[in-house]
Structures are given as structure tokens and as C-alpha cells.
């Protein structure tokens, strides 16, 4: 019996790619898509399986499957032996295709069957699931409200322009549904690339992931300083996220990468940071400023208690306005297909990725140039980067008044 090899179809990619199921015997080969996708670095090329890691948390689940997938090529090349039928790469592949399209119900594969194992065997990050379950959701949503069964063929232009008006009337933001349609459109290529359809009405360029560019704050290095210096000496709570914040807003490091800081981080005497992030997995080594200097001799060398992001998030307004950062803010956006306009306090905008932003935006302001940043906010594009900072008018201004051009 011939053993069945599995391989990725892109195994220096970094992005999670297809598994390939190979099976050679009696000059028959068979090559199948699984459907499975896995991030090449977690996966054990000498096995062939998925790695037994933590970071992976359905290894399990897909272990098992290919193991299931070996079994029942396996058993059918045996069973049209005895049975005396010739070997094809169909009828070799049968079981398997059959075992892969398999539903509770049916033989078929729905598209909501499909969406929803396809979500769950994803290896994305926790973030990036909860927003293909949203957008699912919002289907089943689309389908109750239209009285409608949606399958693959069903997702066209007409179903576009519907279900972006649906939307629309349920005052979802402009971004929302941006989203919602990108992640349909993530659904049907998988769909395409596993061969459960050859419907391509969503790649039309009229099926486009509509979007607006988000109005975020950053603070100025005086606003930071105000913060850095108010006296929160009888307010342990606040000092503690105080002193994060700081080293946030001097590393530009994201909350998930601040929380697993530990001491072998700080390299060369406690002078830089060197970390591999947790979203991207690039190493980044990021020189420390006097004030994350000064917070590590507070805290004898280590970083404050750990505090999750919510509880955070509300702290820092409320350390927002103890250091008076009470501009008006005008935000415009589109919800519900209307254009709105909303003021708020400045205070009230700071979360902790308020700490990243500035980060950037100061740096540029700085004249540090833009490579520079980029090599530790992990930008890939300097287009993507320029979108990501924030400066006003003035600060622009600013930043040009001592340029020889202007004088």
C-alpha cells in the first residue's frame, strides 16, 4: 500500500496556505486540496502534521482529519483491489472527496455549512475570527430579513447591492459593512479554491469593500509629558496605567506585545527593547527614552502590573482628564448611509492604541525617518504607514517652518 504524503501548497509563505493531500500507487496519482490552511510555521515538515503547539489551537482537530484522510485512501485503494476494479484518480479520490463535502444532512456543502467549518478551523488570530463570525452572523441576519436560503450561486451583484443596503438600514457604519463584505469575499475564494464553486461574481470590480478613512487622535509629546508628569501618588490604579501608557507611547509597541514584556526583552543594559510581536511575528528592537528608562528603575527594573485592555481602555480617560486634555474633537463618519458629524472631549477618545498612533506621528514630526518607524510600528508600505499617522494643519505647518523652501 502506498502511503499518503501531505504537503502546503506555499510552504515559504507567511501567511497560513492550503494543505495538499499527494497519494501515488500503481503509476496512479492522486493530488487533493483538503481545505485545511496553516501558517507554514507551525507546520512539522518532517511528520507532515501540524505542530502540537499552544499557539495553534486546533492542531488537535487537524491532526485527526488528515489522519482520517490517510485512513480512507487507504482502505479505498484496498478495497477496489479486492473487488478487482481498476485503479483511477477518481475513484481513488472519491471517499475523500466525499468525507470533505460531507454535511450533517446532505452530501452537498452549503455555503453556510462551509462558512461555518470554515471559521471554525481557521488558524487567524482570535480578532480576525470574531470578525468572520460577525460578518456570518450578519448573513443569517441578510437571509431571515430577505427569506432567502443563500448558497454560492447566490452571491452576486444583485446580493451585493442588497445586502449593502440591508446594512445600510440597520445604521451600520460605512466600515462595518466594508468589512462584512470583505470577509465574504474572503469566504468565496476559499469556496473557489477548494473547488466548491465557480461562481466569480465576487471579484467583480462593482463588488467592492466599501470604506472611510477612520478620524483617530494621537496625543502631542506635550500632551504625553502632561500625563508623564501629574502626581498620581495617592492613586496606585492610575500610576500604574499611567506608567504603561508612557512606555507605549515611547515604544509604540501594541497592548498585546506591552503585556508579555519581560525582563530578557530589555537588551544592552536596559537600553532597548528587543521583542518579536505577537500580530505580525517580526522581531523589533526599539531604543529606550529617558521616560521608559525612569519608569523601569520605578518598578526596580520590570514594567507595571499587568491590567487587561478594557479596564485600561476606561482608566485612561479618566487619566485623560485629570491632565486637562479637554479639546473639542469633531468626528465625521457615515452610518446608515448618512454622513454624520459628532463632538466629543479629547479625554474621552484615548485608548491604548491612542499610544501606538503617537508614537508614529511624533517620531515623523521628529524628522526620524520614515524607514526608521516603519522597522518598528511593522508597516509594510510607506502608503500604508502615511495613512496610519495623524497630524493637523498646524503641525504640518509646524514641521515645515524651518524647511529652506519657506525660508
Known sequence: MADSRFLLKEPNSEEDTLIYLFYQTKGVKVKISTGIKINPKFWNFGSQRAKKVRELENHEQINALLKKLDSLIAKRE???????????????????IDFLNRDENDSTVTLKTFIKDFIKTSTKKPN??????????????????????LNFDDIDLYFYNDFTKFMMEKDYSLNS??????????????????????????????????????????????????IYELDLSANKRLDRVRDLFIIACYSGLRFSDLIQLKDENFIDNKTKIRIKTEKTGDLVVIPLNTYIKNILEKYDGAIP???????????????????????????????????????????????????????????????????????????????????????SQEDNANKLTDHPFFN
Open 177 to 226: 459593512i466594508g468589512t462584512s463584505v470583505k470577509n465574504i469575499k474572503v469566504f468565496m475564494n476559499e469556496a473557489v479554491e477548494r473547488g466548491l464553486t465557480k461562481n466569480l461574481e465576487f471579484r467583480n470590480k462593482k463588488f467592492k469593500i466599501v470604506e472611510e478613512e477612520t478620524e483617530n487622535i494621537y496625543l502631542s509629546e506635550d500632551e504625553i509629558k502632561k
Open 78 to 96: 484496498l478495497d477496489l483491489i479486492n473487488e478487482g476494479r481498476h485503479l483511477t484518480i477518481q475513484n481513488l479520490k472519491q471517499p475523500v
Open 128 to 149: 480576525t475570527v470574531k470578525q468572520y463570525n460577525t460578518s456570518y452572523n450578519r448573513l443569517l441576519a441578510y437571509e431571515s430579513h430577505s427569506r432567502k436560503n
Open 305 to 391: 502590573g499587568l491590567i487587561s485592555n478594557v479596564k485600561m481602555n476606561k482608566y485612561l480617560k479618566e487619566l485623560a482628564e485629570k491632565a486637562e486634555l479637554t479639546e473639542d474633537i469633531v468626528i465625521s463618519f457615515t452610518k446608515g448611509g448618512v454622513r454624520k458629524t459628532e463632538v466629543f472631549k479629547k479625554h474621552d477618545l484615548v485608548t491604548v492604541h491612542t499610544a501606538r498612533r503617537s508614537f508614529a506621528t511624533n517620531a515623523f514630526l521628529r524628522d526620524i525617518p520614515t524607514i526608521s518607524i516603519m522597522k518598528i510600528t511593522g508597516h509594510r508600505t510607506e502608503r500604508s504607514f502615511m495613512k496610519y499617522i495623524k497630524i
